[in-house]
């Protein structure tokens, strides 16, 4: 099946850092990438939709200057936590949509990232 | 507002026993069905996918029933293991022409104790 990775796994960083997480799409093409945040005993939530050479479509209530989203190609997403504070750990996943498979999203394995 | 509201909450049960988790959905109409495992600190995994125009769908212990007229979907563990203590997932995919949006359950947590 279709695999979707995410670097890194986990990450600890200290407050008013940046934070860099790469989703990448491993044996397929994917145009529109998502971006899930998680809190613990949560479902997933949609941050944002990430279209590949286009502007990223936030969800109500997600900073876009915060989450910054860039989909340089049909493989790779990156979303950048900008001046991470205590509140944005969460574990983010990521997802990439395969047209040919029931236009289904087949999900990365998550980053726990931890703000200290 | 769609919902997808998923039955219990938390469920324990012993190591080879059976069990069945609920989804019941208002979202309509739809164009697939999906159940999903989570393990703690891990991605979503598919378990089954359904078509609105399917009954039921199985993988391995797993199998997926859908009543489209009663929106209603569940998922059965057959001879439950240890490694099937997660939480699952239903959620819900809109038809392919009203956009990207998944409407996703709360989960069902799932212990399976020895």
């Known amino acids: 099946g279709?695999?979707?990775?995410?670097h890194p796994s986990w990450v600890i960083c200290?407050?008013?850092?940046?934070?860099?997480?790469?989703?990448?799409?491993?044996?397929?093409?994917?145009t529109t990438m998502f971006w899930y945040r998680q809190f613990p005993k949560q479902s997933l939530m949609l941050m944002a939709t990430s279209n590949e050479g286009s502007k990223a479509t936030y969800e109500q209530g997600v900073e876009k200057d915060k989450f910054l989203i860039n989909h340089a190609s049909l493989t790779l997403s990156t979303l950048t936590v900008t001046s991470a504070h205590p509140e944005d750990s969460s574990f983010y996943i990521c997802s990439a949509r395969d047209l040919g498979t029931y236009n289904e999203q087949f999900?990365?394995?998550?980053?726990?990232?931890?703000?200290? | 507002k769609n919902q997808v509201e998923q039955s219990p909450q938390s469920l324990i049960i012993l190591e080879g026993k059976n069990c069945t988790l609920q989804c019941n959905y208002t979202v309509s109409p739809f164009s697939n069905l999906r159940w999903y495992k989570q393990d703690t600190g891990r991605g979503p995994v598919s378990l089954t996918i359904m078509t609105f125009s399917e009954n039921t769908k199985s993988n391995g212990r797993y199998t997926a029933t859908l009543d489209a007229d009663t929106k209603q979907s569940s998922l059965h563990i057959t001879a439950s293991q240890l490694s099937d203590s997660a939480s699952y997932i239903c959620v819900v995919s809109p038809p392919h022409n009203a956009g990207n949006m998944l409407t996703?359950?709360?989960g069902t947590r799932l212990m399976v104790k020895p």
Do not use: H, M, N, Y
Request: charged share 15%; proline share 3%.
């Open chain 1, 2 to 6: 279709a695999v979707v990775s995410q």
């Open chain 1, 107 to 116: 999900f990365g394995p998550g980053t726990r990232l931890t703000v200290l």
């Open chain 1, 14 to 30: 200290k407050s008013g850092t940046s934070v860099k997480i790469e989703c990448r799409s491993l044996d397929f093409q994917a």
């Open chain 2, 104 to 106: 996703f359950g709360g």
